[in-house]
């Protein structure tokens, strides 16, 4: 085994260095930074290596995933929009056709426990399931997935790298795909490094930041600025898509109109926000939360309006600009593999 470790992040504490049955892999780590509490991913059950973590690279750009070749993962989850997609509301699959949610950023997967607006899958490694078979979106079936992979000499290539020989399976697909995304680590913004004491906030900042911890933390609970839990935040049901959310998969009338809290973290980058992608500015948020109207299944913390000022808005507003990590959204290996 080579003696090789990958430092993913800012960390002090290293997370995934495991044995491998594969003598010639080379093993890497997801990097935990200070502070932060442990990932709930298992990495036990999918040791990191670099070779899977640049298999699961290329799967993720490659159209190869979607019935006729044309949608890849990248397609709705761009690297400089923190993984998101900003260029519609909801998602988009082949042939034009139109999903029925936003597309969620994929940043800090490795500390979620719920996966999709409504929570509908709790392992990360499954999770891509449902993109590639969804009609709406790549409308494949993974044998068929499987199938045109074993077709592919450079793909034949990778899977041994990553798991000891050629063989292809839909599980293997899943757990490459795995260790690229739960690699997606967004540690370093502008709130990261005032944290460690090497930058401070500005006054305009520091105010905002007030005013977050104040209005807003009690679900964007930090660092992860996200609590992985599902709350209803006063917004009516879309008349169009009529979806209530996590009441679907529970069937509990409490979970009604409650989606997945999701994380800030370069939030100035993911939009448009919600789950239907209704409020393409942050602004737009602000001013939501600032006039909100509960319903019944309105949680307590959002039972009244923020009611601030014009000032203390933009201030909120530019702190949420702080949590933006540039080295994240422009860091090549995350980027598009070159050939």
């Not at 899943?174 to 944290?195: C, E, G, I, R």
């Not at 602000?286 to 019944?296: A, F, G, L, M």
């Amino acid at each position: 085994m080579k003696k090789i470790g990958f430092i993913l992040g800012i960390a002090v504490i290293g997370w995934g260095i495991l044995a491998f049955s594969n003598n010639l892999t080379t093993p890497i780590y997801l990097a935990i930074p200070k502070g932060w509490p442990k990932p709930h991913y298992n990495f036990k059950q999918n040791p990191l290596t670099e070779e899977g973590f640049q298999l699961g690279r290329q799967l993720f750009y490659d159209p190869i995933l979607s019935r006729d070749n044309t949608i890849s993962c990248s397609s709705c989850h761009l690297q400089a929009t923190g993984f998101a997609h900003v260029d519609h509301d909801l998602s988009h699959g082949i042939e034009g056709r139109i999903g029925t949610r936003n597309a969620p950023a994929l940043i800090n997967l490795a500390w979620n426990k719920h996966f999709h607006w409504d929570g509908g899958v709790n392992n990360l490694e499954v999770q891509a399931l449902n993109p590639i078979e969804n009609p709406a979106e790549m409308d494949e079936k993974m044998e068929n997935v499987i199938a045109k992979l074993q077709q592919r000499e450079d793909y034949k290539l990778l899977f041994k790298k990553a798991f000891g020989d050629e063989k292809i399976t839909s599980q293997r697909v899943l757990k490459a795909l795995t260790q690229f995304t739960v690699q997606l680590q967004s540690s370093n913004s502008k709130y990261d490094q005032v944290k460690r004491n090497e930058t401070t906030f500005s006054h305009q900042e520091a105010n905002g930041y007030a005013l977050f911890q104040r209005h807003c933390a009690g679900c964007h609970i930090e660092p992860l600025f996200s609590s992985d839990s599902f709350e209803n935040n006063g917004l009516p049901v879309d008349a169009t898509l009529q979806d209530y959310g996590r009441v679907k998969i529970t069937g509990f009338e409490k979970d009604a109109l409650h989606f997945k809290v999701p994380t800030l973290r370069n939030i100035q980058f993911t939009f448009p926000y919600m789950h239907d992608g209704r409020f393409k500015t942050l602004t737009e948020v602000i001013k939501h939360y600032n006039t909100i109207q509960p319903n019944q299944h309105t949680a307590a913390t959002f039972s009244k309006p923020m009611q601030l000022s014009d000032k203390d808005r933009v201030d909120l507003v530019v702190f949420l600009q702080t949590l933006t990590d540039k080295a994240f959204l422009f860091n090549p290996r995350y980027a598009y593999p070159k050939k």
